[in-house]
């Protein structure tokens, strides 16, 4: 039985069919999520799960709420003798180590900044980042080789310390590491409140555009507040079941499913440690541990049909949702079909919490982001910032008059970048977008992705969508060509299932398919046969590498 502590930060009201209405949340000018939520169930209920973790070398282990509060004092302890203090900035590599959870809490206790990152940084990464955010510690995962790239890394005056986590199954730290996992066990479990302020930096989000370098979106100590329509509307998790987002501790996903909604909503989290995705390991974990709710890109679940929901037992699922990128209707279809759950679709960013969605009660309609979350004043307005009617191409913008929970306060070091996306009342998220009559968002594309052709703006995920229903392509992803007298022209770069050959009358014939299920000047003027397309670890397709290929090769035929 649990306490509700989420009804100590929301007021929300319900309409008439019991969807939500109105929500709004309220915390005390020292929230702290390490003290005030994490530390408050393990004093109140120690013995509740927090954490299922385990990996594909057949290792277990399960945290409660009373672990997660020893262990971050521990941590908190161990970086403070290694002279990590308040205000300090502190990268975190660490995959999916069960480590990131606790060092999380650990940070936010201290009052330092947490600066999740993907193990897939290179030297140049490490270096900018380092740099940029002028980070003093390093957190690293010994599981993938991403700590020798530090190793290598020139001119980063401000790191004064890395320690690494897994020793103890990778074999003894190299020089000038220290041992994180020995001295975190050494340190003393007794910690002193450190006081914090609900605007003092709590995290920052190293948050890739489609050209320079990437931006670094801050968020305070009301961010986790933010998320509690995430966990509670979107997810909806339950207090004694096993939430599982599919997403690295490296990316905002892994905050949005993976820690802070949840966890205020009083869930298990469940965290799968591994070299490569498989989707049907992970179709049978979900029958192992008896997963309840369930999160990942669409790509992700069009894998998982595509390998065979049969001879899975699925049951234990109760509610699956989807984000990273739009929805085809095939997948929402075939999931639905095989498990009768619908893909509750949500739309956000690293800066922001769940803006746009299918939140409890709805119903979606395939393809569509939902509505707008109560949470926020979120519409879609034209180039004079004026709001477009039903069927109009606009951009998604969010009221910041006055400063909402969940919304970035701005990117650190930039305020020309933050100026850009920060203006007139609104957060201005470069994501376009249009409405229907009922007020279903439907996504277009980045500003970036949207192709410009003969003086058309075509969607890339209408075209997506269109190809992903002919029998022979498994997956695909469709960009813009720079053409001299078009300005663009549409390329589809396709995967195709076995038994299919990329031949020159297959290319005409989905040619021909598209500009008969859609408006003809959509159609791809150039088609590309691959064998995998380009992704990140969280499973979702990049445009940007394609575009980027196309872009080198143009430019060698010159």
């Known amino acids: 039985m649990t306490r509700d502590i989420n009804l100590r930060y929301v007021d929300e009201t319900y309409d008439e069919n019991g969807l939500l209405k109105t929500y709004k949340v309220h915390y005390p000018d020292d929230f702290n999520f390490g003290y005030d939520i994490v530390d408050d169930i393990a004093i109140n209920d120690p013995q509740r799960r927090a954490l299922v973790w385990c ?180 997810h909806c998790v339950v207090p004694d079941g096993l939430h599982w987002t599919v997403a690295e501790t490296g990316w905002a996903k892994n905050a949005w499913g993976k820690l802070y909604g949840q966890w205020i909503m009083e869930a298990g989290l469940f965290v799968y440690e591994h070299q490569k995705f498989d989707p049907v390991a992970v179709m049978n974990l979900i029958e192992k541990y008896r997963i309840t709710t369930f999160c990942c890109p669409p790509t992700m679940f069009r894998m998982y049909c595509n390998a065979g929901l049969e001879g899975h037992d699925l049951s234990s699922l109760t509610h699956t949702n989807i984000a990273g990128e739009a929805l085809n209707s095939d997948t929402f279809e075939k999931w639905y079909a095989a498990t009768g759950l619908k893909l509750m679709e949500g739309f956000g960013q690293s800066e922001t919490t769940v803006l746009v969605g299918n939140l409890r009660g709805m119903t979606p309609k395939p393809g569509s982001m939902g509505k707008p979350s109560p949470q926020y004043k979120v519409d879609i307005v034209d180039e004079n910032g004026k709001p477009c009617p039903p069927s109009v191409v606009g951009e998604i913008v969010i009221g910041i008059d006055p400063h909402p929970a969940g919304i970035f306060v701005g990117y650190l070091h930039d305020r020309q970048k933050t100026r850009a996306t920060m203006f007139g009342g609104f957060h201005h998220t470069g994501d376009l977008a249009w409405k229907d009559e009922d007020g279903y968002f439907w996504y ?52 195709l299932r076995d038994g299919y050959e990329g ?27 691959v064998k995998e397309l380009p992704k990140s670890i969280s499973g979702k397709i990049k445009r940007v590498d394609i575009r980027n290929k196309d872009k080198e090769l143009a430019a060698k035929n010159q």
């Open 55 to 234: 990996d594909d070398k057949g290792h277990e282990k399960v945290f409660t709420f009373a672990d997660i509060k020893r262990m971050s004092d521990k941590t908190a302890n161990y970086l403070t003798q290694h002279g990590v203090k308040k205000g300090d900035m502190v990268l975190c590599v660490l995959k999916h180590n069960y480590q990131f959870w606790y060092v999380s809490i650990a940070l936010h206790k201290m009052g330092a900044v947490l600066i999740p990152a993907t193990f897939m940084l290179k030297k140049h990464d490490i270096e900018y980042r380092i740099n940029s955010a002028s980070i003093k510690a390093a957190i690293v995962t010994s599981d993938a080789p991403v700590w020798q790239e530090f190793d290598i890394a020139e001119n980063i005056p401000t790191l004064k310390f890395k320690c690494m986590t897994n020793s103890q199954y990778n074999g003894p730290c190299p020089p000038g590491w220290d041992d994180f996992d020995a001295g975190v066990e050494a340190a003393s479990d007794q910690w002193k409140r450190v006081p914090t302020h609900v605007r003092d930096m709590m995290l920052i989000y190293f948050t890739s555009g489609t050209s320079g370098n990437p931006k670094m979106a801050v968020h305070d100590h009301s961010y986790p507040i933010g998320h509690i329509l995430t966990a509670k509307h979107w």
């Open 444 to 495: 277009v594309g980045r500003n970036d992705d949207v192709i410009k052709s003969s003086g058309y703006r075509i969607s890339p995920f209408e075209i997506e969508s269109v190809l992903l229903k002919h029998p022979c392509c498994l997956e695909c992803a469709i960009t813009g060509v720079p053409d001299p007298v078009r300005g663009q022209i549409v390329k589809a770069t396709i995967v």
């Open 503 to 529: 031949t020159d009358e297959l290319k005409k014939e989905l040619q021909d398919y598209v500009k008969h299920e859609t408006a003809p000047y959509k159609y791809p003027r150039a088609v590309e046969f």
